[in-house]
């Protein structure tokens, strides 16, 4: 099965960017996606977006939109999500998750999850 | 926007039936998916697709959708499903993923 190991904590200032990375453990990478999805402390869960691994194609929230940046590199398998101009607000765990995805995007799931990154933003 | 709205806590006995309800405009017409979150872990996908259970998932967890109700259902509910539950689903006009706020799974 699908395990994803991710990077370690990360502590960053107000304005400052951070990269979290996501390696899979799967030889076929590309058939699947990886999501990225957040949870503030004591929050629910947040999606951010996605990438498709087989094109390279994504798709992101709104409220992350214009901040946030999804890539992979398949020679690694592994995913990575830049974050930039941070706030307080961003503080939160980070997991990346691999995805199924539809054709058409009928359906979508997130079936294993890495063990998250927290990311604290702080002055 | 698209929303999903759950009850934030739900309790049940151990051994009976609970029911977790996540409800959303037309939500029938879109497939639902569940996750398990315990405190400090990762979310875990329980059902995906309305109905179906990942092969690790025990067989107690279900799932149904129709109209604009999706419900998880845990028949025999055992004090280790004491945790919180989200349900998810794709908008497609938007192509964006949107979760429910979560319930509350008390077990006592």
């Known amino acids: 099965q699908v395990q994803l190991v991710q990077s370690g904590a990360e502590v960053r200032k107000p304005g400052a960017s951070v990269t979290v990375s996501c390696k899979a453990s799967?030889?076929?990478?590309?058939?699947?996606?990886i999501s990225w999805v957040r949870q503030a402390p004591g929050q629910g869960l947040e999606w951010m977006g996605w990438i498709s691994a087989y094109t390279g194609n994504t798709d992101y929230a709104q409220r992350v939109q214009g901040r946030v940046t999804m890539t992979t590199d398949t020679s690694t398998r592994t995913a990575y999500m830049d974050l930039r101009s941070l706030r307080s607000d961003d503080t939160a765990v980070y997991y990346c998750a691999n995805t199924i995805f539809g054709v058409g995007g009928y359906y979508f799931y997130m079936d294993v999850w890495g063990k998250g990154t927290t990311v604290t933003v702080s002055s | 926007s698209y929303e999903l709205t759950q009850p934030p806590s739900v309790s049940v006995s151990p051994g009976q039936t609970a029911s977790i309800t996540c409800s959303g405009d037309?939500?029938?017409?879109?497939?639902v998916c569940w996750y398990q979150q315990k405190p400090g872990q990762s979310p875990v996908l329980v059902i995906y697709?309305?109905?179906k259970r990942p092969s690790e998932i025990p067989e107690r967890f279900s799932g149904s959708n129709s109209g604009n109700t999706a419900t998880l259902t845990i028949s025999g509910t055992q004090p280790m499903d004491e945790a919180d539950y989200y349900c998810?689903?794709?908008?497609?006009?938007?192509?964006?993923?949107?979760f429910g706020g979560g319930t509350k799974l008390t077990v006592l």
């Open positions: 998810q689903a794709w908008d497609s006009s938007t192509r964006t993923v949107i």
């Open positions: 037309k939500l029938g017409d879109k497939y």
């Open positions: 799967v030889y076929n990478f590309t058939t699947y996606g």
């Open positions: 697709e309305d109905t």
